[in-house]
């Protein structure tokens, strides 16, 4: 029919038409959508660039502070990019992208909560690979070696950590000062102090899973840590040992005790019961005299110490069992930053990612004024900023030291497999309510490993000497 | 299409029709085709919106999607899965009880309160408004206001507390896993009961108003007058509620997110907060398909129960 219509030379216009409309079609739209750079000289990047900015409030006011620390700086070394910063909020962030990746759109970065969350990313082809730049930029020499090894999926450089932490022991100064307590250093120190805190009517640790159910995950990483060991954890994650072995079993159980005696937040209800300005407010004002958590809390602590005129102070988890090291840093990435393989303009794309990893001082500056962390790259404690709270910088070298040293241990968030991390948050609350035994929590935990181990998902591990 | 062929047919061959039939026939089949016409836009909306999610749910059901690598075909084994997944039933478990108590409490709390209203005569529309405005609040707002009232250091415990009442003190009522999932159900009945006085009230103030003298001057008392005028007049009002209450205890998600998120230690989880955790902290789309492709089921199993329900009032 259409061959036949064909012949008539009104039909035949009409056709050539057509068809010209929907071969034009795609690159008209191409033309409104792409970010085509526009013509420059050799060497210049220019075009646009999409990046959707997952953030803790949307607020126009932090909206604009992130642009100020994240957009202008680079927008002033390449004046012929334009960064549009598309705020997200945080809960749901990834999935948002997720859903974008599979319609085929996207932002040109590719923002998740670590390797773990990167895996499924790059083995659809979504990352492109940042090896080359990596190389030219010579990044192997300024970052840490578990940071580098952390983003290599499947061979390729793919996922960069933007921020790491580690989980430290706070502890209330003014508090300790007032009753010369000392900081506990093993399971007997600590045991002992904990009696004298009860005594004297205080809570001997701040928690509360109120605001974010998965915040148990953080306790359950610090005991594996200090009861079984980074090098214990190592070789479960190496497929060496299993998650069933009685280090893992005892040191569920350990947190468990201690949980249902009332050592985090005065007892279990109470726990998944307390809000975070509850947790802070009570560590500060002295009702609770230490904290089990991330470098991340570092704002936070300054916010509800000032209000308190209290001091706040900072030591390396005490190991809790025989043979276990002491100093050891658990590292945590915070999220990993990636460029969408599909991304138009993949120049200007790497420009950014060459900027973020190269112009510390805005860094700094980011710490400063927005509560950001730091880079995992090697730095001298003698260039960080005086403004810097000098805690905040004690911290993090002794992370870079532990760094350096392979002094380091693993959390679940970062280091585990999506199906082990996935049945943590799931079930880790049911040990406290005495639902679930840690023996069983251990089974199930092996089970998921063995599952993640099948499917290739288990986060590039890095070494620890922490033996 | 062939309902109308059939119709012109029987038209146009009728012996015995009046002279303007056929063009009465012609009127109708064009009408047929505007209100066709007029369905049209929204039936392909439906179809994008709503069939297009529908189709691809039931195919990911059978996959091993992870919501973003490729799809493969695993059989039956989501559906396997799901039989025996103790977080599901426990979750689908949650979902029931929640069911019961809104068949219950707020169903009756609607009904009295629409019947006191519907005898009040000054003032009647402020309390519409009082009882109406917690349904018109948002869900994080409402969540918020009685998570405080209800926190066990700032809330009601802390004020009677400081009277020298002690009842409260340890009640932790989104923090006990024996309290939490009647805590959310409490607090989401509490923004929607004023919703069923309104719509109650409404349905009561359709009946014929010489019903309700018919009674009186037979002696009927409130009650009497309540179970034989106003449950009977209302039946079709009460099946649409029962049909919303039955579908909104299946989905509800808002409230227990806000004040617990399934917490503690699943105590207060529902199926509709399992399938996001399902696809977006598992990472398994698929599994999650198979979930959510259940709970329509089940939605399904109610509407039809519910569509019979209202079919035999009509009867009636």
Redesign the interface.
């Known amino acids: 029919m259409i061959i036949k219509n064909l012949k008539n030379p009104t039909h035949r216009s009409r056709w050539i038409a057509a068809i010209a409309a929907v071969a034009a079609a795609p690159l008209l739209l191409a033309g409104c959508t792409a970010d085509a750079a526009p013509d420059l000289p050799a060497g210049e990047v220019g075009g646009k660039l999409t990046y959707w900015f997952a953030m803790e409030s949307t607020d126009d006011e932090s909206v604009a502070q992130m642009r100020e620390t994240y957009v202008d700086p680079f927008e002033a070394l390449y004046p012929n990019v334009t960064v549009d910063l598309i705020p997200q909020a945080d809960e ?1 962030a ?2 948002k992208v ?1 859903t974008a ?2 319609a085929g759109q996207g932002p040109d970065f590719i923002e998740t909560a670590g390797s773990a969350t990167a895996i ?2 790059a ?2 082809g ?1 990352l492109a690979d940042l090896g080359p730049l990596a190389e030219k930029e010579g990044w192997k020499d300024t970052m840490f070696p578990w940071a580098m090894d952390m983003g290599v999926i499947d061979g390729k450089l793919v996922a960069m950590p933007v921020t790491y932490e580690t989980l430290v022991l706070y502890y209330n100064k003014t508090l300790f000062d007032e009753h010369g307590w000392e900081v506990p250093t093993d399971r007997a120190s600590l045991e002992s102090l904990a009696e004298e805190m009860e005594d004297a009517g205080v809570t001997p640790f701040t928690a509360g ?2 605001d974010y ?1 998965g915040a148990t995950e953080w306790q359950l990483s610090a005991y594996l840590n200090q009861v079984a060991g980074p090098g214990a954890i190592h070789d479960a994650l190496a497929g060496e040992i299993p998650f069933t072995d009685d280090v893992f079993v005892d040191s569920v159980q350990m947190m468990v005790d201690d949980f249902q005696n009332g050592w985090y937040g005065g007892g279990v ?5 307390t809000t975070d300005p ?1 947790k802070y407010a009570k560590f500060a004002n002295g009702d609770a005299g230490m904290f089990i958590s991330g470098s991340w809390e570092l704002f936070a602590l300054n916010e509800y110490f000032g209000e308190s005129n209290s001091d706040w102070a900072w030591a390396p988890l005490p190991p809790m069992a025989s043979g276990v090291p002491s100093d050891v840093c658990p590292l945590s990435v915070g999220g990993t930053m990636s460029i969408n393989a599909a991304s138009k303009n993949i120049p200007a794309a790497e420009a950014y990612v060459k900027w973020m990893f190269s112009d510390i001082d805005a860094r700094w500056n980011a710490i400063e004024t927005i509560g950001d962390l730091p880079l995992p790259v090697a730095f001298d404690p003698a260039d960080v900023p005086e403004s810097i709270d000098p805690r905040f910088t004690e911290q993090y070298t002794a992370i870079s030291d532990a760094s350096l040293a392979e002094n380091v241990g693993y959390v679940t968030w970062t280091s585990f497999g ?2 082990q991390e ?1 049945y943590i ?2 079930n880790v ?2 040990l ?2 005495g ?1 679930l035994s840690a023996k069983d929590f251990c089974k199930a935990l092996d089970e998921a490993y063995q599952k993640d181990a099948a499917a290739g998902v288990i986060p590039p591990l890095f070494d620890t000497s922490a033996r | 299409m062939t309902q109308l062929l059939a119709s012109a047919s029987v038209e146009s061959a009728a012996p015995g029709a009046v002279p303007t039939a056929p063009r009465r026939g012609r009127l109708r089949r064009r009408g047929r085709l505007i209100a066709i016409a007029f369905v049209l836009p929204a039936l392909a909306v439906n179809l994008l919106v709503i069939g297009g999610p529908t189709v691809s749910s039931i195919i990911y059901s059978f996959t091993d999607w ?5 799809p493969e075909f695993v059989g039956l084994d989501n559906w396997v899965r799901l039989l025996g997944d103790d ?1 599901f039933w426990n979750a689908l478990g949650h979902n029931f009880i929640y069911l019961l108590i809104f068949l219950t409490a707020p169903m009756a709390m609607g009904l009295v309160g629409a019947f006191m209203l519907s005898r009040i005569r000054r003032g009647a529309a402020l309390f519409r408004v009082l009882f109406f405005i917690p349904y018109l609040l948002v869900s994080v707002i409402n969540a918020q206001i009685w998570r405080n009232l209800l ?3 700032l809330g009601i415990a802390s004020v009677l507390r400081g009277m020298g009442i002690h009842w409260l003190d ?1 009640v ?1 009522f ?4 024996d309290l939490a999932l009647y805590s959310v159900a409490f607090v989401d009945n509490w923004h929607f009961w004023g919703f069923l006085v309104v719509l109650f009230l409404a349905a009561m103030q359709g009946i014929d108003a010489s019903q309700y003298e018919a009674a009186r001057i037979d002696g009927a008392n409130a009650w009497q007058e309540f179970r034989h005028v106003v449950l009977p007049g209302i039946r079709p009002t009460l099946t649409f509620a029962l049909t919303i209450i039955a579908i909104g205890a299946l989905l509800v998600y808002d409230y227990p997110f806000i004040l617990t ?7 207060s989880d529902v199926a509709s907060l399992l399938v996001n ?1 399902t ?6 789309a698929g599994y999650a398909s198979t979930i959510a492709l259940a709970l329509s089921l089940l939605g399904g199993v109610f509407l039809i129960f519910f569509n019979i329900l209202r079919r035999r009032e009509e009867e009636n």
């Open positions: 749901g990834t999935a997720q990746l599979a499924p990313f083995e659809a979504y899973n109120a159910f209800k109470q726990y998944f019961s509850q999506g199906a996935a948050l799931e609350d049911r406290l309510t639902d | 992870n919501g973003i690598t490729a977080t926190d066990p250091e340890d932790y989104f923090a006990d896993k998120a399934g917490g503690p230690a699943g105590s955790r696809a977006f902290v598992s990472r398994e």
